[in-house]
């Protein structure tokens, strides 16, 4: 299961009740295959997790199975990221972040040949790009010696001059979603 966060990897990961017949449709669209276990709050569930053509195929492909078979969401990998995306039937994603041999029953696991790795949110950011986006009370994050810091931001317009304005001119400022 090494490549899982690999940017030129890319897959869908399916559970459902009708997995065979989701396993059908992707063998007729030339994806290739390999049956993985899932394992949530003490029960098991077969799944899949199958490499396709192009990021194109897998997420038109992802919405496809998802709208025909009644699932929620899958997880799809698009080819050129790092992280994977939970794809809900409607179309939108969700980042994700990839954790290995996951000890935390809250979160779905998939196992597969005594490997075993989850995907939990990852949190969303935007970068300001004026002082007018930044409010008082706001929390912002800043990178000091490659590592992130939380503030709150007291007075935007003092503060901007003095650390903000440098800190976006080298992509050192984010602001959680």
């Given at each position: ?5 690999s ?8 559970s ?7 396993i ?5 669209k030339?994806y ?11 029960n ?14 897998l997420?038109?492909d ?16 698009y ?14 994603e969700?980042?994700l ?12 696991s998939?196992l ?5 790795f989850?995907?939990?949110e990852?949190?969303?950011y ?8 930044l ?7 800043y ?5 992130w810091?939380?503030?709150k931001?007291?007075?935007p ?10 800190l976006?001119?080298?992509d ?6």
């Open positions: 299961m090494n490549g899982l966060e940017v030129q990897s890319s897959y869908i990961i399916l459902a009740d009708r997995l065979n017949e989701m059908s449709v992707l063998y007729s030339e290739q295959i390999l049956p993985i276990q899932g394992y949530y709050k003490g098991f569930e077969d799944s899949v997790i199958a490499w396709g053509p192009d990021n194109d195929s997420r038109r992802a919405i496809f199975l998802l709208d025909h078979f009644n699932q929620d969401c899958a997880i799809v990998k080819q050129g990221d790092s992280n994977a995306k939970k794809v809900f039937f409607d179309g939108s969700q980042p972040g990839l954790l290995m041999y996951n000890t935390d029953s809250e979160n779905k998939y597969h040949n005594g490997v075993s989850s995907f939990v990852a949190k969303r935007w970068v300001p790009k004026t002082m007018d986006d409010k008082v009370g706001m929390i912002v994050e990178m000091n010696n490659n590592k810091y939380e503030k931001i007291q007075n317009k003092d503060e901007w001059d003095r650390m903000y304005k440098l976006l001119k080298y050192k400022l984010r602001v959680p979603a």
